[in-house]
Nanobody
Framework: QVQLVESGGGFVQAGGSLRLSCATS????????MGWFRQAPGKEREFVSL????????YYADSVKGRFAISRDSAKNTVYLQMNSLKPEDTAVYYC???????????????WGQGTQVTVSS
């Protein structure tokens, strides 16, 4: 059973930073593309970023490009999303997900974490 456990969400003022973590098993970490999605109140879940299992590929939504950075720590089987220059519109529940291939669509991801709330005040 694949488990993805997010942490690191919280409350921050605009312009601040947060780092989200997603811990998983070694098997998942080594064989799946890891992605981050987010869902704001009243909106559909949207793609944020992904990183390939071999670290060769990263990809970002235009809305976060230049502000967010995705990375992996193989020693901890953990994927991170460093979020800088946060804006109120970044407020959402952030989800970690795993896919068998490079994917930006929600339906392409096989496994999901429970989500972590990020709230950015103006």
């Amino acid at each position: 059973q694949v488990q993805l456990v997010e942490s690191g969400g919280g409350f921050v003022q605009a312009g601040g930073s947060l780092r989200l973590s997603c811990a998983t098993s070694e098997h998942t970490f080594s064989n799946y593309v890891m992605g981050w999605f987010r869902q704001a109140p009243g909106k559909e879940r949207e793609f944020v970023s992904l990183i390939s299992y071999d670290d060769t590929t990263t990809y970002y939504a235009d809305s976060v490009k230049g502000r967010f950075a995705i990375s992996r720590d193989s020693a901890k089987n953990t994927v991170y999303l460093q979020m800088n220059s946060l804006k109120p519109e970044d407020t959402a529940v952030y989800y970690c997900a795993a896919a068998s291939g490079t994917a930006t669509m929600e339906w392409e991801y096989d496994y999901w974490g429970q989500g972590t709330q990020v709230t950015v005040s103006s």
